[in-house]
């Protein structure tokens, strides 16, 4: 059953006064995806829980997964831990990248190479390639690193 499907059914039991007895669903793998690896929509199955001794965080929506970097090894038939995976990096340890310091009408930029590969909405370190200086900032989608002030 599709999640939309068993809503629809959890909102008709309820309406009509009947408990709620919609198994709920988890994301799994079809085949064997390894750390690093993209993860696809194609390489998931949606699946309902019957267990109830398993553990609760875990995806229960491709749309959680799919596009996702795998943290470890994840195997065909089991639950994806929503630990287990990761936004995709938007910069890369050791390349260059802009720093933008944006204070009311001035706007100050520098090139600057990031000490650790970071994705959208993390707070990193980086060093400004002019000065050597180190500061740290939060990474924008657009890639660049928008520092911040002490």
Do not use: C, H, W
Not at 21 to 26: D, R, S
Not at 42 to 66: C, F, G, W
Request: charged share 20%; aromatic share 4%; proline share 7%.
């Amino acid at each position: 059953m599709t999640r939309l499907a068993l809503t629809v059914v959890m909102i008709l039991q309820l309406a009509l006064g009947a408990k709620a007895l919609a198994e709920p669903v988890a994301v799994i793998p079809t085949q064997i995806i390894y750390p690093g690896d993209t993860v696809q929509a194609e390489m998931l199955k949606t699946v309902e829980v019957t267990n109830k001794r398993i553990r609760r965080d875990y995806a229960s929506s491709p749309d959680q997964v799919a596009g996702k970097i795998a943290r470890r090894t994840l195997l065909p038939g089991r639950v994806i831990p929503v630990s287990a995976i990761r936004e995709p990096y938007v910069i890369e340890r050791g390349s260059t990248v802009t720093m933008v310091f944006s204070e009311g009408g001035l706007t100050i930029t520098a090139p600057g190479t990031p000490l650790k590969p970071a994705s959208v909405g993390d707070f990193i370190r980086v060093r400004n390639l002019n000065t050597g200086v180190m500061v740290s900032g939060t990474v924008m989608a657009d890639g660049t690193v928008r520092v911040a002030v002490r």
